[in-house]
Nanobody
Framework: QVQLVESGGGLVQAGGSLRLSCAAS????????MGWFRQAPGKEREFVAA????????YYADSVKGRFTISRDNAKNTVYLQMNSLKFEDTAVYYC?????????????????WGQGTQVTVSS
């Protein structure tokens, strides 16, 4: 079965950096668009970043543009989220997701597989 396993979350001070990873198995990874979403306590799950199957196109939420970078290694079946200049408001559970769209998409419903999430906590 399909598994998406996130790692790399933790506690970091504001202004610091973290790199999240998501290892995929059970699917032909190189044919899926990959995305990162996050959910803070009491809030809806929101889009963070997405990357097309080839890595040729990426898309970011305005709130993270210029600070976060999404990338993928199709040989390793892994997608990454490099998070720099972290802010308190970035605190959330971060989820990776796989979708069948051919381009980077922001809509949750376009993603068919989801990981269990990894907690990111930014102290102010």
């Amino acid at each position: 079965q399909v598994q998406l396993v996130e790692s790399g979350g933790g506690l970091v001070q504001a202004g610091g950096s973290l790199r999240l990873s998501c290892a995929a198995s059970g699917l032909t990874f190189s044919t899926y668009t990959m995305g990162w979403f996050r959910q803070a306590p009491g809030k809806e799950r929101e889009f963070v970043a997405a990357i097309s199957w080839s890595g040729g196109s990426t898309y970011y939420a305005d709130s993270v543009k210029g600070r976060f970078t999404i990338s993928r290694d199709n040989a390793k079946n892994t997608v990454y989220l490099q998070m720099n200049s972290l802010k308190f408001e970035d605190t959330a559970v971060y989820y990776c997701a796989a979708g069948t769209a051919k381009v980077a998409v922001t809509t949750r419903s376009r993603y068919v597989y989801w990981g269990q999430g990894t907690q990111v906590t930014v102290s102010s």
